[in-house]
């Protein structure tokens, strides 16, 4: 079946304990972004990469790391987290090309920092 | 600046009633627009993709979009609506040049039986 997975899928940590929360798709999609979504706020982009080794930010990159090392592979990295990081996380990926295609996203990560 | 803002928080219908969704963009070049749909729970769900009016990928679940570029608004429709369409929508851009995206705030309908 073809999917964005993520795990964990909850998650409750302390500030500044490194986490880290990964995401993983099965179809050969060249894009792979990460995403918060907060009340009121609607979804914003954090970091997206277009193939291996290739990232670039978001609107909303501060307080968070990425790496593309493996294709179907895009971790979202929390170095030092703070409470203000609490959110819902999405992953998403895509085919890139000509044109924009369908994100396909992930059933999200929710995570708590106290 | 780039924005996307949908102007309805909530919004209740009874089922059986039609619908509108409001979407309103602000973008310098010509964007790919979107629709996603968010069920209680779950990630977001493509409901309709649409770019210089050449390319529309035909929408699940009955939603018709209403684009007018004058008005910079990609408004979504649906004749008839179902309890199942409960739900929170999104409205996204995108350009193929920067490959960002903004999503709206969104709108979360609840539907009376």
């Known amino acids: 079946e073809a999917q964005v997975t993520q795990n964990p899928r909850y998650l409750i940590t302390v500030t500044g304990k490194k986490l880290t929360v990964t995401c993983s798709q099965n179809?050969?999609?060249?894009?792979m972004s990460w995403y918060r979504q907060d009340p009121g706020l609607g979804l914003r982009q954090i970091y997206y990469s277009m193939n291996v080794e290739v990232t670039d930010k978001g609107d909303v990159p501060e307080g968070y790391k990425v790496s593309r090392k493996e294709k179907r592979n895009f971790p979202l990295i929390l170095e030092s987290p703070s409470p203000n990081q609490t959110s819902l996380y999405f992953c998403a990926s895509s085919l890139l090309g000509r044109v924009l295609e369908t994100q396909y996203f992930g059933p999200g990560t929710r995570l708590l920092v106290l | 600046a780039q924005s996307v803002t949908q102007p309805d928080i909530h919004i209740t219908v009874s089922e059986g009633a039609s619908l509108e969704l409001r979407c309103n963009y602000s973008y310098g070049a010509t964007p790919y627009l979107f629709w996603y749909v968010q069920s209680p729970g779950q990630g977001l769900q493509l409901l309709l993709k649409?770019?210089?009016?050449?390319?529309l990928v035909q929408g699940i679940k009955g939603f018709e979009p209403e684009f007018k570029r004058s008005q910079s608004s990609f408004n979504l429709r649906k004749p008839s609506v179902h309890w199942s369409d409960a739900a929170e929508y999104f409205c996204?851009?995108?350009?193929?040049?920067?490959?960002?995206?903004?999503f709206g705030t969104g709108t979360r309908l609840k539907v009376l039986a």
């Open positions: 996204a851009v995108g350009t193929s040049g920067t490959y960002k995206y903004i």
């Open positions: 649409y770019f210089s009016g050449d390319t």
């Open positions: 179809m050969n999609h060249e894009y």
